[in-house]
């Protein structure tokens, strides 16, 4: 059987192989051939790529949903069969059902054979709905599928799923679960041997069990590798802690703290960040040699129209590598969509069908000011943190600044510059192959807007971005 395995892509898509779709084409039969589509390195041209292959699994998340529903129409016409799966069918399996011949909701490494001897007897089952799988004695994912030099150049590890913070906008823990699984240390530390100097990890957390993170980092010393992830502020608080991931080889964290704002974090359920402590924080991963990267979020109850200059500032104080700011959005299944919801907030139940999402955000209506102010502070907090002033502002070497710090600040951040002017202030999109900007307002015509509004499922457990869950 010739089975193709397809990341599709948003604007909001990095260059990063899927790993995931890399562990279920390890777990697909050797006599099967596998074939590899990547949307963010080679935009699929919805008349030219679709191929004569037996089977079609498309990993789909919220953002990419009418992009995938797209493509599995191209395959379906062609009488193709289509597997989705991911977060975003996890959320709405019975909106994917509607765009494909079977559906996995949730982590798909239990029900993959299963469903592929299945297809080969054609009997595909509608919807698949595996329990949490162990992550113990997984294949590592097949990396001779991830051939383009579009990628950025690190490997990409995963060691762990599940999340138990409570917050509210998150859609980790409704997806991954609220019990952590972990993969077993000399699996992950058999992995990174087979692999080059440069590793990200793909984890949510990569110190949410300090027991655990303590003997991986302490076993990875001597690989002398060099590492990026994503943490916590709850765990890089702690002195031992940023050490010992210095130690190990850690060369910058992207840390989510949504707020600056003690108010705000509290009302979020983001109970773990303080924000009275984000300044001493940073300070203590600068003097180790850790850069940052920092996330925020516009657009929570508690944020009023001043809060885009206070964030800005706070971040440039705090002297951050980079900030990512992001418009609240209110993902399927979340406890931020369901309040919403009921307050009567949502002003598009179902804006994952747009194809262009930008234009449209916000998609609810916020309690302190008006929808077109939070767009427009949005807009300015970005160009006004990126300007060449904040640049040189935020720019701090100390004796152990990593290379990092040292070669990559400046080109990082007037490429992130250029991006807050060209896109986030100017709306250029990046081109796909097929898709028409100016169609933005119109659903899948497997979903037209007349149709009643179906309540997206609560989600069962689900891996994240980078989780083979056929996404």
């Known amino acids: 059987m010739q089975i193709e395995l397809i990341a599709t892509a948003s604007e909001d898509s990095a260059f990063l192989p ?15 051939e596998v074939i590899y589509t990547d949307d963010v390195v080679q935009p699929f041209d919805l008349q030219r790529d679709v191929k004569d292959v037996d089977l079609v699994g498309i990993s789909v998340d919220s953002k990419t ?22 977060i975003h069918p996890t959320a709405c ?18 029900a993959w054979p299963v469903l592929l001897a299945d297809a080969k007897r054609g009997e595909l089952k509608p919807i698949y709905r595996p329990e949490l799988p162990s992550l113990a004695g997984r294949p590592p994912p097949r990396r001779d599928l991830f051939t383009s030099k579009k990628y ?9 799923r599940g999340c138990p913070y409570p917050c509210e906008f998150c859609s980790v823990s409704t997806a991954n679960g ?23 990890f793909a984890d949510d957390n990569v110190m949410i069990h300090r027991a655990y993170s303590k003997e991986l980092f302490t076993r990875m010393v001597p690989l002398k590798k ?12 702690r002195l031992e802690n940023v050490k010992l991931m210095a130690e190990s080889g850690c060369k910058a964290l992207f840390i989510g703290f949504e707020s600056i704002d003690e108010e705000t974090v509290r009302f979020t359920g983001k109970r773990q960040n303080r924000p009275s402590q984000y300044k001493e924080t940073m300070a203590m991963l600068h003097e180790h040699g850790i850069s940052v990267w920092g996330s925020f979020v516009f657009g929570f109850d508690t944020d009023d129209p001043e809060v885009f200059d206070r964030t800005v500032e706070f971040g440039i104080d705090m002297k951050l590598t980079m900030a990512l700011y992001a418009i609240l959005t209110p993902y399927p299944a979340t406890q931020l969509y369901r309040r919403l919801k009921a307050e009567g907030r949502l002003t598009d139940e179902r804006w994952w069908l ?9 998609y609810f209506v916020p309690k302190q000011m008006s929808r077109e102010r939070l767009r427009e502070g949005w807009v300015s907090a970005w160009t006004k943190f990126y300007s060449p002033s904040s640049i040189w502002r935020r720019f701090t070497l100390t004796r152990q600044s990593s290379w990092i710090q040292l070669a990559g600040f400046f080109p990082l951040n007037f490429m992130q510059h250029s991006l807050a002017h060209r896109k986030i202030a100017g709306g250029e999109q990046r081109f796909r192959s097929g898709v028409h ?3 933005s307002a119109a659903p899948p015509t497997a979903q037209p807007q007349q149709e009643p509004q179906q309540e997206p499922q609560p989600a069962r457990a689900k891996g994240s971005r980078q989780l083979p869950v056929i996404g």
């Open 18 to 32: 899927r790993v995931g779709l890399g562990t279920l084409a390890a777990l697909t039969p050797p006599e099967d």
């Open 65 to 86: 949903a009418r992009r995938s529903y797209d493509i599995a129409a191209a395959y379906r016409r062609r009488g193709v069969k289509v597997v989705l799966g991911g």
């Open 93 to 110: 399996p019975d909106e994917a059902m509607q765009h494909a011949d079977a559906v996995v909701v949730g982590e798909a490494e239990d």
């Open 152 to 160: 950025i150049p690190f490997q990409v590890v995963q060691t762990m």
């Open 178 to 200: 609220t019990t952590m699984r972990f993969r077993p240390t000399d699996e992950v530390l058999s992995e990174l041997r087979s692999l080059g100097k440069l590793i990200m």
């Open 226 to 237: 060099h590492w990026i992830g994503q943490c916590s502020l709850a765990a890089v608080k």
């Open 354 to 362: 747009r194809r262009d999402h930008d234009a449209g955000s916000p």
């Open 437 to 439: 900007i100016e169609e």
